[in-house]
Nanobody, 125 residues
Framework: VQLQASGGGSVQSGGSLRLSCAAS????????MAWFRQVPGKERELVAA????????YYADSVKGRFTISRENAKNTVSLQMNRLNPEDTAVYYC???????????????????WGQGTLVTVSS
């Protein structure tokens, strides 16, 4: 499985960005998907996760009410709509896929076997 993230860029505080992640392969609908982010010197942290069907989502407290994760299984894509961005959202954002069957723990990085290359989001004040 290959994941290709796109959509990062620079935006002013209060602005919006939409990240997209395209996945290769035929089994996309069987993967739990997530977005993580990382800043230098800190651990990679979960931003949002979505179930295989898209019917269940999970968000970090810091982004609840501002970010929305969604997926289109027919197009093998997962997206992250980011609104009301602030400088603390500045990071490299990674999409990730968990191909295992059964339930998972959204914030557990070790459960995600596949990672995209990351896309940089910079929010200026």
């Amino acid at each position: 499985v290959q994941l290709q993230a796109s959509g990062g860029g620079s935006v002013q505080s209060g602005g919006s960005l939409r990240l997209s992640c395209a996945a290769s392969g035929r089994s996309f609908s069987t993967y739990r998907m997530a977005w993580f982010r990382q800043v230098p010197g800190k651990e990679r942290e979960l931003v949002a996760a979505i179930s295989r069907s898209g019917g269940s989502t999970y968000y970090a407290d810091s982004v609840k009410g501002r970010f929305t994760i969604s997926r289109e299984n027919a197009k093998n894509t997962v997206s992250l709509q980011m609104n009301r961005l602030n400088p603390e959202d500045t990071a490299v954002y990674y999409c990730a896929a968990d191909p295992r069957y059964g339930p998972g723990t959204p914030w557990n990085r070790s459960e995600y076997s596949y990672w995209g290359q990351g896309t940089l989001v910079t929010v200026s004040s």
